[in-house]
C-alpha cells in the first residue's frame, strides 16, 4: 500500500450504501473518498492516489464494466473490488475476466465487505510484483529485461508475452486466473467462441524456463477447473 491508512475510493450512486461503505472505511482506518457518478469516479480514480476502488457497475454518467476497462488499461495495478446487484454467474464472470480482483454482491454486510477490502490490499502488498523484480520460488524475474536469475546461478530469458503472463499472475497472487481471463487481459481476444491453446502452450514454455515442475509445482499451481495461480514464494494457493 502507498499509504499507511489505505486510501479507497467508494464509486457508488446510492447515498445510503455509499455513506455506510464510507463510514464503514473510515473506522476500520482507511482514509475514503467518495463519488456519486461514474464520471466523477473515474476522473478521480485515473488522476488520484489511491489504494483502493469500490465501484458500482449500475451508475449515473457511466457504466461501472466502462469504468472498470479505463482503470485496468490506465492503472492496471489499481485493486478494484465490484460492488453490484448484479449476483449472476456470467456477471461475476466478466467483472473478474476484465480485471476486478473480487466481486460482492448487494445485499452485503459491512463485516464481510470490510474482511474482503483486507484480503485484497493485503494481497497486493504481499505481491512480489511490488517493481521491477518478480520473485518465485528458486530465484526471480526482471520484467524489464526478461531475465530469470535463479537462486543457484542460472539464468533464461523470457519472450514479452512471457513476462506479461507472470507479471499478471503475480499480481493476483494466490488467485487461480482462468485461460479466458489471460486471453481478455493479456492477449486481448474476446474469449467468447475462440478456441485456441495458446495460453496452454504458453504456460507450459513458461514453467520450462522457470523450471517449475507442474507436478509439483512451487511457482504456477494448475486449478483445475479455475485457470493458473502464481504461487508467491512461502505462500499457499
Same mark, same amino acid.
Given at each position: ?9 467508494? $464509486?457508488?450512486?446510492?447515498?445510503? $450504501?455509499?455513506?455506510?461503505? %464510507? ?11 467518495? =463519488? =456519486?457518478?461514474?464520471?466523477? &469516479?473515474?476522473?478521480?480514480? *485515473?488522476?488520484?492516489?489511491?489504494? *483502493? ?7 449515473? &454518467?457511466? /457504466? ?16 478494484? $473490488? %465490484? ?20 466481486? @460482492? ?5 459491512? !463485516? ?16 512480489? #510484483? /511490488? ?7 528458486? &530465484?526471480? %524475474?526482471?520484467?524489464? /529485461? ?12 523470457? /519472450?514479452?508475452?512471457? $513476462? ?30 475462440? #478456441?485456441? !491453446?495458446? @495460453? ?6 513458461? !514453467?520450462?524456463? *522457470? ?6 509445482? !512451487? ?5 483445475? &477447473? #479455475? ?11
Amino acid at each position: 500500500m502507498s499509504s499507511p491508512r489505505p486510501k479507497t475510493l467508494v $464509486i457508488e450512486d446510492d447515498a445510503a $450504501i455509499r455513506r455506510g461503505v %464510507v463510514d464503514a472505511l473510515r473506522a476500520a482506518g482507511h482514509l475514503p473518498t467518495e =463519488a =456519486a457518478r461514474g464520471d466523477d &469516479g473515474l476522473r478521480s480514480a *485515473l488522476n488520484g492516489e489511491f489504494d *483502493l476502488v469500490l465501484l458500482d457497475l449500475v451508475l449515473p &454518467g457511466g /457504466s461501472g464494466w466502462d469504468i472498470l476497462r479505463a482503470i485496468r488499461a490506465a492503472r492496471p495495478d489499481l485493486p478494484v $473490488i %465490484v460492488l453490484t446487484a448484479c449476483g449472476a454467474e456470467d456477471d461475476r464472470v466478466s467483472g473478474l475476466q476484465l480485471g476486478a480482483d473480487d466481486y @460482492v454482491v448487494k445485499p452485503f454486510s459491512l !463485516r464481510e465487505l470490510l474482511a474482503r477490502v483486507a484480503t485484497v490490499l493485503r494481497r497486493v502488498a504481499a505481491s512480489p #510484483q /511490488s517493481g521491477r523484480t518478480i520473485a518465485f520460488a528458486g &530465484g526471480e %524475474v526482471d520484467t524489464t /529485461s526478461g531475465r530469470v536469475t535463479f537462486d543457484d546461478g542460472r539464468s533464461a530469458e523470457l /519472450s514479452e508475452k512471457e $513476462i506479461e503472463i507472470i507479471r499478471y499472475l503475480a499480481r493476483r497472487a494466490g488467485r487461480a486466473v482462468s485461460r479466458d481471463e489471460l486471453l481478455l487481459r493479456v492477449w486481448g481476444f474476446d474469449p467468447k467462441g475462440t #478456441q485456441t !491453446r495458446t @495460453v496452454d502452450m504458453h504456460i507450459t514454455r513458461l !514453467r520450462e524456463k *522457470l523450471g517449475d515442475d507442474p507436478s509439483n509445482p !512451487r511457482v504456477l499451481r494448475t486449478m483445475w &477447473g #479455475q485457470g493458473y495461480c502464481f504461487l508467491a514464494p512461502g505462500g499457499e494457493a
